[in-house]
């Protein structure tokens, strides 16, 4: 195998001499651990694992590791995953209206800051088009309509799918995704919305919680499921506020906390950093890669 970091994710029934059985299995591949970070969850019995190696030095190539290490897998009940560092991801961002999420990650991207290629924007409309532009990105504007959503959907998933397309961003596309959407693409999109949920829903939240008098604000990131904005939960943050915030400056906070949240969510996936189980995400921090 080339030199790279290889990335495995484990998740099985916890049980005695699991650190040594994984640990001595890389060990006799002839690969270095770089981290190796361990959860256990005593209410379900559950374990978890992410584990980097460093390939350097090693003759296996990634089908024998794949399945020798199914040999070991097996047994021991693992739902597992391995992701080699010589693979970029591809991305594609989903917007409408908003450019303040859009702007952040193209700049992120751009500078490197998260390792992938963005292959395209989609949006279901054409006012963000000089943006994807300015960053030479492709743009496909898909305007949508209640009798057109099954149609317009449809092109989007061929377009993902002809384009390779590893992870689905919707840096806010104000649109309902399908359950065929979504399961098409299962943990392979993340989603960004305020905190509010579900005290403010609809249209003006950030009026509706002037209103009512909030004194925190933030955002929430999480992969797409079917129940709406009820998915596993990867990044969040807040902030206080005061009474003398207005409805816009709630807003502009928000808009910078959504920012952060969303890049942090990103990167966390992208550096193959989370374990979903059930609708819970288990986020592993960064270990020094």
């Excluded at 001595?24 to 694992?49: A, P, R, T």
């Excluded at 303040?100 to 292959?119: A, I, M, P, Q, T």
């Amino acid at each position: 195998m080339k030199s790279q970091v290889v990335t495995f994710l484990i998740n099985c029934p916890d049980q005695k001499g699991l650190v040594a059985k994984i640990t001595n299995f890389f060990y006799d591949k002839g690969f270095n651990i770089l981290s190796c970070q361990q959860y256990v969850n005593s209410i379900e019995n559950s374990y978890f694992m992410r584990v980097r190696l460093n390939a350097d030095g090693t003759i296996i190539s990634k089908d024998q590791l794949e399945n020798s290490f199914l040999e070991l897998a097996d047994p021991l009940h693992f739902s597992w995953s391995v992701h080699y560092g010589d693979k970029k991801q591809n991305v594609a961002l989903m917007v409408s209206h908003t450019s303040h999420n859009l702007y952040d990650l193209l700049e992120r991207f751009r500078e490197g800051r998260l390792d992938c290629n963005v292959k395209m924007i989609i949006s279901n409309h054409n006012k963000l088009r000089h943006i994807a532009e300015m960053f030479d990105v492709p743009f496909y504007y898909l305007p949508i309509t209640k009798e057109t959503k099954e149609e317009q959907e449809g092109q989007i998933i061929q377009l993902l799918d002809s384009n390779n397309i590893d992870l689905v961003i919707m840096a806010r596309y104000m649109q309902i995704l399908s359950s065929r959407f979504i399961n098409h693409y299962p943990q392979r999109i993340i989603n960004i919305h305020h905190s509010f949920l579900p005290a403010f829903q609809g249209a003006n939240p950030y009026r509706k919680a002037y209103e009512r008098g909030v004194k925190l604000i933030g955002a929430t990131a999480h992969y797409a499921t079917e129940d709406l904005d009820e998915g596993p939960i990867i990044e969040q943050d807040v902030k206080p506020v005061t009474h003398e915030s207005t409805p816009q400056t709630l807003k502009i906070i928000g808009a910078d906390i959504e920012k952060l949240v969303l890049a942090r969510a990103v990167k966390n996936h992208l550096n193959h950093q989370i374990i979903v189980s059930g609708n819970r995400a288990i986020v592993f921090p960064e270990a020094g890669e």
